[in-house]
């Protein structure tokens, strides 16, 4: 390469000339490659105005992207909300129907055995009655 060449020779003859430790010290002020490729000031510069502007978009972005999430979540949080309240009014319908059924049941069969109960405490009595008139 061009420039490869051209810095040796240039070591070289600053060796011959200064030194070998001037020469190291002088070819380690000259940037490694040409002139052109040295970025300066004014480049350092653009590049923080559209590093920063780049930035400030992404920003932007990104806030119009959390704002837009934080409806779809407050929206799903909402129908959620309907859904669980729906699903409650309906176990409580559902309990509620299942109670009296229960307590239908339940005042049915007590009816049933109290009748029985009576039957069978009555014809002990007049069996009772009955064997004591016997008597």
Same mark, same amino acid.
């Given at each position: 390469?061009?420039?490869?060449?051209?810095?040796?020779?240039?070591?070289?003859?600053?060796?011959?000339?200064?030194?070998?430790?001037?020469?190291?010290?002088?070819?380690?002020?000259?940037?490694?490659?040409?002139?052109?490729?040295v970025?300066?000031k004014?480049?350092?510069?653009?590049?923080?105005?559209a590093?920063?502007?780049?930035?400030?978009?992404?920003?932007?972005?990104?806030?119009?992207? &959390? /704002?837009? %999430? $934080? =409806? #779809? !979540? +407050?929206? @799903? &949080? /909402?129908? %959620? $909300? =309907? #859904? !669980? +309240?729906? @699903? &409650?009014?309906? %176990? $409580? =319908?559902?309990?509620n129907?299942?109670?009296e059924? %229960?307590?239908?049941?339940?005042?049915?069969?007590?009816?049933?055995?109290l009748?029985?109960?009576?039957?069978?405490?009555?014809t002990?009595?007049?069996?009772?009655?009955?064997?004591?008139?016997?008597i």
């Amino acid at each position: 390469m061009k420039t490869d060449r051209a810095r040796t020779e240039l070591h070289e003859r600053l060796d011959e000339t200064l030194g070998h430790d001037a020469a190291d010290t002088l070819m380690g002020y000259l940037p490694p490659v040409g002139w052109a490729d040295v970025a300066t000031k004014q480049d350092l510069e653009a590049l923080r105005v559209a590093t920063k502007k780049d930035l400030e978009l992404l920003g932007a972005d990104l806030r119009a992207d &959390i /704002t837009a %999430l $934080r =409806g #779809d !979540i +407050y929206t @799903e &949080i /909402t129908t %959620l $909300r =309907g #859904d !669980i +309240y729906a @699903e &409650i009014a309906k %176990l $409580r =319908g559902e309990m509620n129907t299942g109670f009296e059924a %229960l307590e239908k049941k339940f005042h049915t069969e007590l009816q049933s055995t109290l009748r029985l109960h009576l039957i069978t405490t009555v014809t002990l009595v007049l069996a009772l009655v009955g064997a004591t008139r016997l008597i």
